[in-house]
């Protein structure tokens, strides 16, 4: 990746807005509804050091080439990362396109390279965010500590949140009922559901461009891939980078059913099509096996 992404808490933080015109207030509009406090800087204060420290982040928004220079120059005398609109040479860090659900924000960059592009990409990623989707992770965050304590084993906690993530509590949430939804949890906690583990096929030989979406969901949720040589790169590269990985030809059924047994979500990369033996060994075994359809 040419880029690093990374997200700045806003609770507590000030933003500098130094400029005017539509788009110093496009930039003020992007923060509407953050617990950040926006400082707006005119004239000589945009060029005074002294107007940014403490910031977390700055924007620059001048038509003017040289004070747009000087200011920037100024936020960073200041240690404050620091954009300025439509000139990436002279920006620290460059502006998504963002979809906001509250606790939940999506993000497409594209480094200052195309920002219509990334515009395009962010339509797309809306409709498959929904809104209740910041309420279920303040519900998450809520009742974090719970969670930890309560399943303090990493995978077991991964299923668990998983499954609540589909479940009658983030339905609740979904809702806007929290009260609701935070007892659902609370109950499941209590309930202690064993580790429902899953083994899907994805065929892996690509193109990537015909994966199906729950193909590539399951290779987003992947906690393990047992990947065949033929799996192509680009494939690979879709899948969660902190999942491990194995050899197929390593790895017997036996241990695959371990790994689903512990409440693992296991992805069979497959180089073609899923052998007959392997997915009537794994069935005999005991494992929940999908098998994800082709495009």
């Not at 009537?280 to 999908?290: P, T």
Request: charged share 25%.
């Amino acid at each position: 990746m040419d880029a690093f992404p990374a997200f700045f808490p806003l609770t507590g933080r000030t933003v500098v807005i130094a400029g005017t015109g539509a788009a110093a207030e496009a930039k003020v509009r992007l923060f509407d509804g953050s617990p950040a406090k926006v400082e707006r800087l005119e004239g000589e204060r945009a060029l005074d050091p002294t107007a940014y420290a403490g910031a977390a982040l700055a924007f620059v928004a001048c038509n003017d080439h040289d004070i747009a220079v000087r200011a920037a120059e100024a936020a960073r005398a200041a240690h404050v990362p620091v954009n300025v609109v439509d000139r990436p040479d002279l920006c620290d860090f460059t502006t998504p396109a963002l979809v906001d659900r509250g606790e939940v924000v999506a993000a497409v960059g594209t480094g200052g390279a195309s920002p219509m592009l990334a515009a395009l990409m962010r339509h797309d990623l809306e409709a498959r965010v929904p809104e209740g989707a910041g309420r279920v992770a303040a519900l998450l965050r809520t009742l974090q500590d719970e969670i930890r304590q309560a399943i303090p084993d990493l995978p077991l906690r991964r299923a668990f949140l998983r499954a609540a993530m589909s479940g009658p509590a983030a339905e609740a949430a979904t809702a806007g009922d929290m009260a609701l939804a935070k007892a659902r949890l609370r109950e499941a906690l209590a309930r202690g559901a064993p580790p429902q583990g899953l083994v899907t096929f994805v065929r892996g030989s690509g193109p990537a461009e015909r994966l199906t979406l729950a193909a590539a969901r399951a290779l987003a949720a992947a906690d393990v891939l047992v990947v065949d040589e033929g799996a192509a790169p680009e494939i690979l590269a879709l899948a969660r980078r902190d999942a491990e990985r194995e050899a197929a030809g390593r790895v017997t059924a036996e241990h695959v059913i371990e790994l689903a047994n512990r409440g693992l979500q296991v992805v069979r990369l497959t180089g073609g099509e899923p052998s007959a033996e392997e997915l009537r060994g794994l069935a005999e075994l005991g494992a929940e096996v999908r098998i994800a359809p082709v495009a």
